[in-house]
């Protein structure tokens, strides 16, 4: 049995896909190969939160997996959208890398150090917001394109290729704001001139986190289920499974679900295991960061079904506290 795994063609999809892959065949004792699978959000340009946001890079790998033109398919979690899938399951959420977002700037500059009228890229309206609500003297910028491309926008960085200044395209940014987990993963973290804790920017909820999604039927049966497989594609994607990771990211959609937000609300969520009890922290901000509600709660309810909780009952603290007044929740 060969298993195939789905993945886009991106250099940094395809570095975490092998990696997965790697692991799954190290545990199953399976041969796997790669399909390249084209989305919508490689091919569309423009804004990604005018394209339907980071879900646009899941529908499909999704159909590759319900036509069986793969077994396997591997996302950035933070691109997976709240609601179910039919016929699919997450069957894997490996142990979480960084879940912070950094500053790669030129000359080694922090968000502190950056001059006033500063330009900043990011794709992000979350990271936007919360990079107005630091520094509203800041320019920033929408920028598209991969790691590599958006690290080529901020002049003097290591590995970039190329120094003439071209306006949409080269060395025409101060700084550019990305995930620590990406630049982990393709070996660019010496790009990195800060790394953003979490009480300036929250994470995307899921952030620094792989999916691993597969058909129901293939997917590790649970205790007390007759649903699912006990084969050894199953066997091998529950040995990758981390229990603390899933229930921080169940928490973190839980969340998101409960707000109706979109993939491209400027909200931020993060939810951590620390001994007996499960965190969750979260932010809801105003694109033109003029306006955020922050707040946080804990749960000692250590299931998927306790995270869930969590999730929800800290979306109505937020709804509570006015959150759909300052954002569009449902912005896409």
């Known amino acids: 049995m060969t298993v195939r795994i789905g993945t886009r063609a991106s250099k940094l999809a395809l570095t975490q896909t092998q990696q997965t892959a790697d692991q ?15 989305t919508e959000g490689d091919v569309l340009k423009g804004s990604l939160s005018q394209l339907g946001g980071t879900g646009v890079f899941v529908a499909a790998l999704r159909d590759a997996l319900l036509q069986d033109k793969c077994d396997v398919a591997v ?5 997976l959208p709240t609601g179910p899938a039919l016929g699919l399951s997450l069957a894997a959420t490996p ?14 500059l922090t968000l502190a150090g950056l001059p006033a009228g ?6 992000s309206p979350r990271r936007a917001a ?3 609500a630091a520094r509203p003297d800041l320019d920033i910028r929408d920028i598209r394109g991969n ?69 129901s039927a293939d997917a590790p049966r649970r205790a007390g289920s007759t649903e699912g497989s006990q084969g050894v594609l199953a066997q091998a994607l529950a040995a990758l499974d981390d229990p603390d990771t899933r229930l921080a990211v169940t928490a973190e959609r839980a969340l998101l679900a409960r707000l109706e937000a979109g993939c491209a609300a400027p909200v931020g969520a993060y939810a951590y295991r620390k001994g007996s009890m499960l965190h969750l922290e979260a932010v809801v901000c105003a694109v033109d960061g003029t306006a955020s ?29 006015g959150a759909a007044g300052i954002a569009d929740l449902t912005a896409s």
């Open 147 to 215: 790691v590599d491309t958006r690290l080529g926008r901020v002049p003097g960085l290591p590995g970039n290729t190329n120094d003439a200044v071209v306006a949409g395209k080269s060395c025409d940014l101060d700084a550019v704001v990305l995930a620590a987990a990406g630049l982990h993963r393709i070996g660019r973290l010496d790009t990195v001139s800060e790394y953003l804790e979490t009480d300036v920017m929250l994470p995307a909820a899921g952030q620094g986190s792989l999916a691993i999604e597969c058909r």
């Open 130 to 132: 919360q990079l107005r």
């Open 118 to 123: 500063a330009t900043v890229g990011t794709g």
């Open 293 to 321: 509600i922050r707040d946080k709660k804990a749960t000692d309810g250590l299931t998927e079904v306790g995270a869930t909780l969590l999730g929800i009952e800290l979306a109505e603290v937020l709804l509570a506290r």
């Open 95 to 108: 142990k979480r890398a960084d879940v912070r977002d950094v500053l790669c700037a030129r000359d080694g």
């Open 75 to 79: 996302h950035s979690l933070k691109d």
């Open 24 to 38: 799954l065949a190290a545990v199953g004792g399976f041969p796997v190969e790669l399909v390249h699978i084209r």
